[in-house]
Each structure stands twice: as C-alpha cells, then as structure tokens.
C-alpha cells in the first residue's frame, strides 16, 4: 500500500465535474478580479466561520501583515509570536516594522505558552499573534483574559485551522480578527495562493479592505496607499466548490487522527487535544526519540512524512540578528528534533491510517 503526505489528485478526481464547470464559467464571465465568485466565497466563509466579515486577499502571509497593519502596528511595536510555527507568523510582524518577540511552546499541545507570554511582555507589547497550530486553536480563553488585563490586541493565525472551535465557537471569534491561508495543501485549498481575513469589525474588515486593494474602497478614490493583494476569481470560484466538501473533509481528518490516537504504539509521544477544542488535524504530530530511523522505515514502506518544524523560528539563520540560543526556547528546541507529521488528509481512507499504525507498530516490535 502507499499512502502520500497529501494527494491533491485523489481530491480533485472526487469533485472534477464541479470543480471545472466552476472554472469554466469564471473563464466565459471574465470574472477574474473580484466578481461574483469572489463576493459568495467571502460570505460563505464568513458564514463558515461564524464571524460577521470577511475580506479574501492573495495569500496567507498577506492576511497576516494586512491585518497587523490595518490593527495599526507598526515601528516601535513588539509582537509576541509563538516559537514553533511557520515563518509567515512572525514575517509578517516584521514587514509592519513591528518588532517579533518569539514565547516557547507547551511540551503538551505545541502550542504557545501563555506564562512565557506573560514573562515577555514589556512596555513596548501591543499585540500578540495566537498561532493555532496544527488545527488545534490556541489557549485563547487565557489569552484574551492576558490581553485584557495588559491592554493587547491579538491577531488569530488560523491559517492550519479552518473549522476549528473551541466550545462550539469557532475560530476568528477570539482576536480582533483571525487570518487563513488557502495554499493548496491546507485544509481549504485553492489551485494556487489564497488568504482571507475575518473579522467582527466592520471597520477593522474595512480597513483591511482597502488596505489590500490599493488603499481604496471605490474604483480611483485611493484614501492611502495600500497594497495589491486580492482573491482572485478563479480561485474564489475554487474555493466556492471545495468549502461545500470541507466539513465531510474535516471529519474525516478527525476520524483518521481518532485512529492513531488509538492505534498508534505507546512508544510515541501524542500531542495533547484539549477538552472543548475542535481540532481539525491540519497536520498529525508525533514526538519520538528514534526520529531519522522511522522517517526512513515510513519512506521505505511508501508511507509520506514531514516535519513541522525542524527548526525552532527563533533558531532560524532569518532571526540570528537576535541572538538567541537553543536554551531561550527549552520546549520549542527539543520537540523541533523530535517531532514528525504522519499523513492525514479528508481525501485518505481508515485502511491507509491502518497501514501507517500497522507499519510504525512493526517499527517499534522490530
Ligand atoms: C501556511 C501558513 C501561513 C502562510 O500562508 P501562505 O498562504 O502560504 O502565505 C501562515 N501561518 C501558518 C501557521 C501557516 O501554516
């Protein structure tokens, strides 16, 4: 059996007839900068989220520095960023001109720890980007209580997160506004780039309108300058078809992962789900001490991996100008050498999850 990381195929032969009347009628109408695929996907999305707006942009690290920009960070600023993420998190602090203060990881979730959020706070905070890793939402009931307290904004990175919830209010609910990514391989995923912010401010989604669209709202009326970062039409019209398959697609992600939690030996360390997270397993992480050995025993029996992530942001050759040190982030540094990501996907199927717990069981009794 082989069972790849990701297979994008597999997903687009289950809904090609859908998919490509869709672009085909994006091609006839011409629609290929706003229009009415862009509109729907914006109000669907909204509606998927739960959040009252939503403002598609060209991709996910744009969502994120239009978004901080449009919350008004900027020089002078620190953001607090969590140390285990992909870059576009803290990037996209630095493009504001804001400066990327990184906090360690819970051991547990992978996910930012809120007391050394508290220990890095300083005078200079103004915001904090709540990472929710994997698919599993950040600790958002005891950051927003910290923001509250010390007066901070906080931008959602859902990027890995679509769906996900906690207590049954979905992510985008928690932060000024939330930003998502729809890079082919995420959960919803275009056939190129894509983004979106969400938003309950109408004049934050405003702001983030046109700072994304050349700084205007109306065609030459230009009240800034701003950016050129839109949804485009094809993609919007993509995207339309896929978010009707996403919940079905989400489900299964969360049945494969019920899977492995159960199946997988007791010689692999399991992230933790929190109690009331929906966690829609953008990625499955294992933490094991034998790391190379299984990644090399997976490939051999034709079973994808990856590795989210291999180096710690703060660890990264881009933020050696900090001069960090492995022991400023003692929880991000050890799991970066012990974590790896074993395939789950809407379009696989409970066989191939058992194949992949059969073949890392047979590793472990070897
Ligand atoms: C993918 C991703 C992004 C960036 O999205 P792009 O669309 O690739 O620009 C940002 N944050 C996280 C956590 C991501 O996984």
Redesign the pocket.
């Known amino acids: 059996m082989n069972v790849p990381f990701l297979d994008l195929k597999k997903q687009y032969d289950s809904i090609k007839p859908e998919i490509d009347s869709a672009i085909q009628e994006i091609i006839t109408s011409s629609a290929f900068i706003g229009g009415a695929a862009h509109k729907k996907f914006e109000e669907a999305f909204a509606a998927h989220q739960g959040v009252k707006y939503c403002v598609g942009v060209g991709?996910?690290?744009?969502a994120?520095y239009v978004a901080l920009k449009s919350m008004g960070l900027g020089a002078g600023d620190e953001v607090i960023v969590p140390a285990n993420?992909?870059i576009?998190?803290s990037e996209a602090v630095s493009l504001t001109g804001a400066h990327v203060v990184f906090a360690d990881v819970s051991r547990a979730t992978a996910l930012i720890d809120v007391a050394d959020v508290e220990r890095k706070i300083t005078s200079k905070t103004k915001a904090i980007v709540a990472?929710h890793?994997y698919g599993q939402p950040a600790p958002m009931k005891q950051l927003v209580g910290l923001a509250q307290k010390r007066r901070l904004k906080i931008l959602e990175?859902a990027?890995?997160a679509h769906g996900a919830a906690i207590d049954g209010v979905r992510v985008g609910n928690f932060g000024e506004a939330a930003t998502f990514?729809?890079?082919p391989g995420?959960n919803l995923g275009a056939y190129g780039?894509?983004?979106a912010i969400v938003s309950n401010s109408q004049e934050l989604a405003e702001k983030c309108r046109m700072y994304a669209n050349h700084g205007r709202l109306d065609k030459y009326d230009h009240k800034m300058e701003g950016i050129n970062s839109r949804l485009d039409g094809l993609q919007a019209a993509i995207l339309n078809v896929k978010l009707k398959h996403l919940e079905k697609w989400t489900e299964q992600r969360i049945a494969i992962a019920d899977h492995y939690d159960k199946h997988l030996p007791k010689d692999v360390e399991r992230f933790e789900r929190v109690p009331g997270n929906r966690h829609v397993y953008h990625l499955y992480v294992i933490k094991v001490k034998a790391r190379e050995a299984l990644l090399a025993h997976l490939k051999e029996k034709g079973i994808g991996t990856g590795i989210h992530y291999p180096i710690a942001l703060p660890l990264l050759k881009a933020y050696a100008h900090l001069g960090h040190t492995e022991k400023d982030f003692p929880v991000s540094a050890v799991l970066s050498g012990e974590i790896m990501s074993i395939p789950v996907d809407g379009a696989m199927t409970i066989e191939q999850a058992r194949y992949v717990t059969d073949v890392i069981c047979g590793f472990y009794t070897k």
Not at 59 to 62: E, K
Request: net charge negative; no cysteine; glycine share 14%.
């Open positions: 991709n996910g690290t744009d994120l993420s992909f576009a998190s990472v890793l990175d990027a890995q990514s729809f890079f995420k780039d894509g983004g």
